[in-house]
Structure formats: C-alpha cells, structure tokens
C-alpha cells in the first residue's frame, strides 16, 4: 500500500479511493529541497501505477504553509556551472509527473505558498485555498526567476499580464485576489476538507473520462487550436468505445447511478 512507503519528507495518507500526498518539513515551511523534488516524482509514478487511487490531494504539513518555495539555503550552496538549471530540471520533473497524472490532482493551500510551492500547486488540476492563504512568485527578489515550470503554467493559467505583474513585482496576495483572477477556485476555511469533497464530486465520474479530459486539456494547451481539436477527436473516439459510456448512458436512460469500471 501507497501508505506504508517511507519518505523522509513526504507522508501518504490512503482514505479508500483518495490518497493524501503531504510536503512535510514544517520546520522549513515545508520548503522544496532536492530530496523532496526527487520524493515527489517518486511518489507521482508510483500513484500513478496504483489502480486503487482515483484521486490526489497535496497539501502541505502545519497550518502556516503550503510550500514556502524551492529550498534557499539549499539553493545558496549549490555549486557548478550546470547546478541551476540541473536543480531546475529537476523540479520541473516532479511538477510534470504530478501533473501527468491521469487522475484528478487537488491542491489545498492552508498557508503560504511561495515560489516553487505556488509551482507546485500550479501543476495540480484544481487549488483551493484558505483565506490565510499567501500565494506569489518572489524569485526576482532572490535574483531568479521561478525555474518550476511557473513562468510556462501560470500564464497559461491566469494570462500573461496577470502572471507578469505577480512574477516582477513579487508581491504577495491573498486568497480572495487569487480567486478573483482564477489562479485558485474555491475559497474554503478547511481546504483540505473542501478539497476531499470536490475529489468525491470528481470520482463518481468515469475514471477513463476523467483522465481524457485531463489529456485534451494538457495536450491542447501546448498546441494551437485546430491540433488541439483533433486531439479532443481522437481522446472522444476513445472515450465513445469504452464500456464506461455504456454503462453512463445505459444508466440515465435507466434512471439510476452509473457503475464505472474503468473500461
Ligand atoms: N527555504 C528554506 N527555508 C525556509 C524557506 C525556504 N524557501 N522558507 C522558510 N524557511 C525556513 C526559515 O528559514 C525558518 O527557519 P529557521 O526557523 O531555522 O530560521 C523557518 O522556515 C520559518 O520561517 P520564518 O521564520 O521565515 O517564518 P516567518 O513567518 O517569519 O516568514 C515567510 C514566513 C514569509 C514565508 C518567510 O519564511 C519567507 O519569506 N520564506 C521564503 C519565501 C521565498 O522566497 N520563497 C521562494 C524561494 S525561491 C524559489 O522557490 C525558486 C523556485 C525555482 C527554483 C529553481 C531552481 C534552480
């Protein structure tokens, strides 16, 4: 089981089909340091490889943060010429396994989440945060640039402009400004309680259907629209020969709940 795996910075927790992924180094707000990078892409492919997951929430330990960011004083000692963009590359690795997960990945934002930590919860499928939340970017004030992926995701998330003004000014916001530019979608005083009930909503759905929608969106997103329209073709031929769509529309026309097998 999932759970019974020994990490030194993360903890798994499996409640039936809804496993709980947990940055835990609360005595550095949990930060991003190369052991952690690795874990997490670790973790994301062995979630990945497990058919009793239907649904992800990473979270951070301590109610004081998320992620406050990549590790600094890890940072500050790395040496060689090849140390920051390795140490980049190695980040983006673990954002880009979690978010090539073919099952739903929520974000529950209980504190700060800074730098390569709003990174972190930008390769997830949905944020939501607490309204104690404070999201920003604020590598250039460290004389970076967000190296996590975070100048691609956030904006092909929020636009340009929005991402922009929150990577050069490196200011903080909170969770209602983060909600009103679509950066998180819900507002909850418990995210991770909100976020167990968004993941129940999620996986009473087809678990095939969840994963291709998942697919066209990341696909479509790195292409232009015509590619990314006969992307959604070719998932939606998949989708329309599988059992699960039997079953969904033998279900509404039988007026009952579907039972989704996963085929
Ligand atoms: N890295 C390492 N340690 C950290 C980090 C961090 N990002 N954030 C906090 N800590 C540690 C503190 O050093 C402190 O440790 P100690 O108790 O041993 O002194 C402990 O956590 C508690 O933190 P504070 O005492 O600072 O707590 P405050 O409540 O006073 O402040 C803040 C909270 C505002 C969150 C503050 O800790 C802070 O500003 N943290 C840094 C935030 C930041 O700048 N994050 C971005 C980091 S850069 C980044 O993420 C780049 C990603 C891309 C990298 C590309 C790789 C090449």
Redesign the pocket.
């Known amino acids: 089981r999932l759970d019974e795996m020994e990490f030194e910075n993360l903890t798994i927790d499996q409640h039936g089909p809804i496993a709980v992924l947990t940055v835990n180094r609360p ?3 949990n ?1 991003l340091n190369g052991t952690t990078l690795s874990e997490l892409a670790m973790a994301a492919e062995m979630i990945a490889n497990d058919p009793e997951v239907g649904a992800l929430i990473l979270t951070g330990a301590g109610d ?2 998320f992620v ?6 890890e ?1 500050a000692g790395l040496e060689g010429p090849f140390a ?1 963009r390795d ?2 590359l190695l ?1 983006q690795d673990a954002m880009t396994q979690i978010s090539n997960l073919p099952i739903p990945v929520i974000a529950a934002i209980g504190g ?1 989440a ?4 709003l ?1 972190l919860a930008l390769c997830c499928d949905i944020r939501i945060a607490s309204p104690r939340a404070r999201m920003g970017l ?2 250039v ?2 004389g ?1 640039l ?3 992926a975070g100048t691609q995701r956030l904006p092909r998330l929020i636009g340009a402009g929005r991402a922009l003004d929150l990577m050069l000014t490196a200011r903080q916001i909170g969770a209602e400004e983060a909600l009103s530019m679509g950066l998180v979608n819900y507002v909850a005083d418990d995210p991770l309680q909100k976020a167990r009930e968004v993941a129940e909503q999620i996986i009473k759905n087809g678990p095939l259907a969840i994963s291709l929608v998942k697919e066209a969106v990341r696909r479509g997103l790195a292409t232009d629209l015509e590619a990314g329209m006969e992307i959604e073709a070719d998932l939606f031929g998949m989708a329309f020969a599988t059992s699960d769509f039997k079953e969904g529309t033998r279900a509404f026309l039988e007026k009952r709940k579907p039972e989704f097998r996963g085929e």
């Open positions: 005595g550095a707000l930060a004081k943060a406050a960011g990549a590790d600094i004083s940072l920051g140490m980049s980040g700060y800074l730098g390569g930590g990174e604020p590598e004030t460290l970076l967000p190296g996590f």
